[in-house]
């Protein structure tokens, strides 16, 4: 082949091919060298858990047991991004459709619609049946979807959903690895939605998740004497100095307030 035919197709494939659809002679860039430095969620209280701010293009669970405010966290940190930082995100949900997601943000006084009209925010249900296709069918989609917004955050809700649709947790633990590293080299910092029944002493239902990712957000719902108390607590981050201990939190009318000067002791 010559040099302005291997030039042509080079330029050709930058266009046109996703990075995220595996394709012979097509290498991606190596993740090591890529450095987008740091990013704050934009929420009260969490960045003062994380003062040097979350490593660009990481992987980071969000997990919780069921309503100990995973969605509304996860919401939070897509839309405060846009409107503090005018960083835009989207949201996957593989369980509730976009109009119920949008009701949610609402409650909260997000305005979703604006900042989607503005392209800025998008918010994908996807059908239970493309879920085990989701890094081939899907992959391709989401690729121009980040590139026509230059998007910089992604929710996937939730890991529990599409773990339940493969044959074992290995699948799941692959699948996230090459979601992350092919997510890494665009810069986009992502956040895996996981639910954990509080019976269960794992960190994510599949017993992988966590040793996949980059860091790990654990939000807890004690029970306590007076009833139950919400917690936060940041179990790991990657080269990245960050507070150890339990931290309560409230859902607002506002959304989630995060209490950084008192601590959980359990």
């Known amino acids: 082949m010559s040099k302005k035919n291997a030039s042509e197709n080079k330029n050709s494939g930058d266009k046109k091919i996703p990075i995220f659809a595996p394709v012979a002679g097509i290498e991606e860039k190596k993740e090591e060298k890529v450095d987008f430095g740091r990013m704050k969620t934009g929420v009260n209280g969490l ?12 992987s980071i669970l969000i997990n919780g047991s069921s ?16 409107v503090k930082f005018n960083e835009p995100g989207i949201y996957i949900s593989f369980e509730e459709n976009s109009e119920s997601i949008r009701h949610t943000a609402k409650s909260f006084g997000m305005e979703i619609e ?37 998007a910089k955050r992604l929710v996937v809700d939730s890991i529990t959903y599409l773990g339940g ?10 699948l996230m690895n090459d979601l992350n590293k092919r997510l890494k080299t665009m810069g986009i910092t992502t956040f895996f939605v ?25 939000l807890h719902n004690i029970l306590i004497k007076q009833g139950r108390q919400r917690a936060i607590e940041i179990l790991k ?3 990245t100095n960050h507070d150890t201990s339990m931290h309560p939190f409230k859902i607002t009318s506002k959304g989630v307030e995060i209490y950084p000067r008192e601590q959980i002791i359990i």
């Open 165 to 174: 649709s493969l044959q074992n947790p290995y699948e799941l633990r692959r």
């Open 67 to 82: 309503g100990s405010g995973k969605t509304n966290l996860s919401l939070q940190i897509l839309y405060e991004g846009v």
């Open 194 to 218: 996981s639910e954990t029944p509080e019976s269960i002493n794992l960190v994510g239902r599949y017993g992988v998740e966590e040793f996949v990712v980059d860091g790990v957000i654990l």
């Open 237 to 239: 981050m990657r080269q």
């Open 114 to 150: 604006k900042y989607e009209k503005e392209n800025k925010l998008a918010i994908i249900s996807k059908d239970p049946y493309e879920v085990k296709n989701f890094a081939t069918s899907l992959s391709g989609e989401l690729y121009y979807k980040i590139k026509d917004m230059q």
């Open 47 to 58: 960045d003062e858990l994380i003062p040097d701010g979350i490593p660009r293009g990481s």
